[in-house]
C-alpha cells in the first residue's frame, strides 16, 4: 500500500465523519427550530461531542501540510466541500443556540418580575404582631411554572 493510498483513506475517514457530524447538526437546528420541548436534543449532543473528538484527532493527523498534497483531487475536493458545509451548518446552529438562550433569558426574566411583584402583594406580619394588609387589591390566582434545563 502506497502513503497516497495510506493519506486518500484518512482523509475519507475525515470526510466520512464531518458528514456524520454536519447531519447532526442539521437535526439538531431542526429541533432548536421548533419551539417547547427539545426531544432527542440530549441524545444528539453526546453523538456530536463524541464525534468532535474524533474529528479533532483526524484533523491533528492530517494537520502536516504535505499529507493533503499528497492526497487524490477527487477526496481533496470531496473534503473541502464537506467542510465548507459543515461551516455553514455550525454558523446556523451557533445562531440557533443563541437564539434559544435569548428565549430562555426572556422567559426568566418574566418569570422573575412576576415573582417579585407578588411578593410585594403578599401580607405580612406587621410590629403588633397582627397581619398587615396592603391596599385592597384584586385576588390573583397563584401561577404554576415549569421550565425545561435541556440546553
Not at 20 to 43: F, T, Y
Not at 63 to 73: I, Y
Not at 87 to 99: I, K
Not at 111 to 127: D, P
Request: proline share 3%.
Amino acid at each position: 500500500m502506497t502513503q497516497s493510498m495510506t493519506n486518500d483513506k484518512k482523509v475519507s475517514k475525515l470526510v466520512g465523519i464531518i458528514g456524520r457530524l454536519s447531519k447532526l447538526i442539521q437535526e439538531e437546528n431542526a429541533i432548536l427550530e421548533q419551539p417547547g420541548r427539545s426531544d432527542g436534543l440530549r441524545e444528539i449532543l453526546q453523538e456530536k461531542q463524541n464525534l468532535s473528538q474524533v474529528y479533532e484527532q483526524q484533523i491533528k493527523i492530517l494537520d502536516d501540510e504535505n499529507t493533503l498534497k499528497q492526497v487524490d483531487p477527487e477526496t481533496r475536493r470531496r473534503l473541502k466541500e464537506g467542510l465548507e458545509n459543515f461551516h455553514a451548518l455550525a454558523e446556523e446552529n451557533q445562531f440557533r443556540l443563541m437564539a434559544r438562550m435569548e428565549a430562555t433569558k426572556r422567559v426568566f426574566s418574566v418569570i422573575q418580575e412576576a415573582a417579585k411583584e407578588y411578593h410585594g402583594s403578599r401580607s405580612t406580619y406587621g410590629n403588633s404582631g397582627s397581619v398587615d394588609q396592603p391596599i385592597r387589591q384584586a385576588y390573583s390566582q397563584p401561577v404554576s411554572v415549569g421550565v425545561s434545563q435541556d440546553i
